[in-house]
């Protein structure tokens, strides 16, 4: 039993989507949030120095007034007195022209041009050329250059004030950016926000309707179901249990299993299996306690239930009462059938043998007859009974079949020889073309025969007066094979398809409909195929096949293993011919009469048909290793391209139609000759 999980999960993928694109979007907007910010404090800062320049400018043009008004008092009146701002206003020139930046540097050459005008007329002071002062001072030079500066002060200036007003704008549009970035990053949170609060309502929507379900499933099953926990304490049983036990939900929370499940004395403890996280599938006929202390047997089918907060145990309870009931009416009904019947029936059997041998005397032809009809009649009921008791057999499992090496020719020889009075009785001939070497098989001669005279008798019954009935044993594909070829109208269509099921087939005359499946189970149990097919010219042909013995597959003393997986015969029949004189080629026509092939030898190289039975070769390629473990040559031979997981594990890979047999068989002699150069 597999019990669903108890809630709905959203997509993992989506969780980790947003989880991680939310951070990252956020720290993406915080951070271009940090840029723009960091990008409007430099404007603002840019334009607050550009101010500064500026004002810098303006007071430097009054620190040269300032120390040309010290020159001036000087010459005019003779006092050194009004040469005492100088020296400073000199000072603050330089540090003025610093703050000024760029500005300040192209005032240089005029500033430079000024002072040493100044200091040239206060040297001639000081040297008593009171004439040569006045004659500097009349020339206008001091004026000229001042008027130069005032220029280049004013023009430094409006070009500071430009780049102040420019840097203003700057910073204006910078904050105005800020601002609608931070309403953007708002929004952007608010959806996300908006979207994860829309998730977790949608995931608490499913989970509350898959509770609904669920509860639903509890409460409308026929079965009890009981939820445990993996330490064995039940959590909850739905409506059914109270139907079967008793037991309310409420009464049973809480409690151990062993309260609904008693340790079976001397046998095992399904509680402890569970605790040792052992019990999984179905346990048939438990002894389940009622509320009221009576017992009832229930078969319990185990599955696990995964949830976030751990793993819970679903036990299935199903009362097996009426199961355990009508088994053993059948079982008394097959005691009945094969003491009560079979037992008088070869009794009555042997009588009839002794009269047909003239034990009693000689008897007239009418009575003979009457006697041959009774004889005929109750072999048929004991086949009816034999047939009756082994699909009871298969049903329980317990169809033993021994294995043992024989040759198949002894089993058609005998079954040819049962078979060849009831053919004479309805004028058929029955042939027995047995191969010319030994067939060796393992396996189990008392059902073989079984098999082949089935086979034979239906084929008899089948054919009409005068046909003939061809009984074949041969070595085909790599094979032990029998076949049997009748002359009769062929299989319905309508039973085609189920021909080899229970109570299908009755082409034998008073046939019980059980040879075919019985035949099957035996043949399956053999690792052989069983199946019939339509014959050229009319007639139908039954026909199995079983694994040689490895003994009887080599080819010469030594010779390399090639196991064929493919139900194309006239392919492997081919392959057999073409590789014989390197290699024993042995066919299988599914993967499991390949890994009987594998369980008896290792073969050198495998030739695989991917397509073979219904799609299912791939399902080898896991056994297809040696007894060190390591991977055995493969060569894949399909209809069609093969998957890439199947390309890698090959070493060689074919197509038929694009590959002929030439290419294949070159590609496996080249295969095994590789392997010998390196042994």
């Not at 994860?196 to 009890?224: E, K």
């Not at 039940?234 to 059914?240: C, L």
């Not at 009409?464 to 002359?487: H, I």
């Not at 013995?549 to 392919?571: F, N, Q, R």
């Amino acid at each position: 039993m597999s019990a669903a999980a108890p809630s709905v999960r959203p997509p993992r993928w989506r969780f980790i989507l947003v989880g991680t694109l939310t951070p990252l979007v956020l720290a993406g907007l915080i951070g271009w949030t940090g840029i723009e910010h960091a990008r409007s404090l430099a404007a603002q800062d840019e334009a607050a120095s550009s101010f500064q320049r500026e004002r810098s400018l303006l007071m430097l043009l009054s620190a040269v007034k300032d120390a040309e008004t010290a020159q001036r008092g000087l010459l005019l009146t003779g006092d050194r007195a009004f040469l005492a701002p100088y020296a400073p206003a000199r000072a603050q020139v330089e540090r003025l022209l610093a703050e000024a930046g760029a500005g300040g540097r192209s005032l240089r050459p005029a500033i430079d041009a000024k002072f040493a005008e100044l200091d040239e007329t206060i040297a001639l002071f000081d040297r008593g050329e009171a004439d040569a002062v006045r004659r500097e001072v009349a020339s206008g030079r001091g004026k000229r250059i001042m008027d130069g500066l005032r220029d280049a002060v004013a023009r430094a200036a409006v070009a500071e004030r430009a780049r102040s007003a420019e840097r203003s704008t700057s910073f204006r549009l910078h904050r105005d950016d800020s601002h609608r970035l931070l309403e953007v990053i708002g929004a952007l949170v608010s959806l996300i926000l908006l979207a994860v609060m829309l998730a977790l309502w949608r995931s608490q929507a499913a989970r509350d309707a898959a509770a609904a379900r669920h509860a639903a499933i509890l409460a409308s099953t026929t079965d009890t179901l009981v939820i445990v926990t993996t330490g064995g304490t039940i959590e909850t049983i739905n409506a059914a249990g109270h139907t079967l036990l008793g037991y309310d939900a409420a009464e049973l929370k809480d409690r151990d299993l062993t309260t609904i499940l008693p340790p079976r004395a001397g046998g095992a403890d399904l509680r402890a299996q569970i605790g040792a996280g052992a019990a999984r599938g179905v346990f048939p006929e438990q002894r389940a306690r009622r509320r009221d202390g009576s017992e009832v047997s229930v078969d319990v089918a185990i599955g696990v239930m995964h949830g976030a907060d751990g793993d819970r145990l679903v036990l299935s309870l199903r009362d097996a009462s009426e199961r355990l009931r009508a088994a053993r009416a059948k079982d008394e009904l097959i005691s009945t059938v094969s003491h009560e019947l079979r037992t008088p029936l070869t009794s009555v059997v042997g009588s009839l043998a002794l009269l047909r041998a003239g034990t009693a005397g000689e008897w007239s032809p009418q009575a003979g007859r009457l006697v041959d009809i009774a004889d005929n009649n109750a072999r048929r009921l004991i086949r009816l009974v034999n047939d009756i008791l082994d699909i009871d057999r298969i049903g329980s499992g317990q169809l033993t079949i021994a294995r043992a090496p024989l040759d198949l020719r002894t089993i058609t020889a005998q079954a040819a020889l049962d078979g060849e009075g009831e053919a004479r009785r309805r004028g058929v001939t029955l042939v027995d073309v047995a191969a010319t070497a030994p067939v060796p098989v393992a396996g189990d001669a008392g059902r073989l025969l079984q098999v082949v005279t089935n086979l034979v008798s239906n084929a008899i019954h089948a054919s009409p007066g005068g046909a003939t009935v061809t009984l074949r044993t041969e070595q085909a594909a790599g094979r032990a094979r029998v076949s049997v070829d009748d002359d009769g109208s062929g299989v319905p269509v309508n039973l085609r398809a189920r021909l080899f099921d229970r109570f299908q087939s009755q082409r034998a005359a008073g046939g019980t409909g059980l040879g075919l499946a019985i035949a099957r189970e035996i043949v399956r149990r053999l690792d052989g195929t069983i199946w019939f097919e339509d014959r050229i010219g009319g007639g139908t042909r039954f026909a199995f096949d079983l694994p040689l013995l490895a003994v009887a597959a080599d080819a010469a003393e030594g010779a390399p293993l090639i196991l064929h997986v493919d139900d194309d015969h006239e392919l492997c029949e081919a392959m057999i011919v073409a590789l014989e004189d390197v290699a024993a080629t042995v066919c299988a026509v599914d993967p499991d009469e390949a890994r009987a092939v594998l369980r008896a030898r290792e073969p050198a190289l495998v030739l695989l048909n991917l397509h073979v039975a219904d799609g299912r070769g791939a399902a080898l390629l896991p056994d297809l290793v040696d007894r060190n473990g390591q991977p055995v040559p493969l060569v894949l031979l399909s209809d069609v391209d093969a998957p890439p997981e199947a390309t890698r594990r090959a070493t060689a890979v074919l197509v038929k139609g694009r590959h002929d047999l030439a290419a294949v068989v070159a590609t496996i002699r080249r295969l095994l000759r590789d392997r010998e150069e390196r042994r």
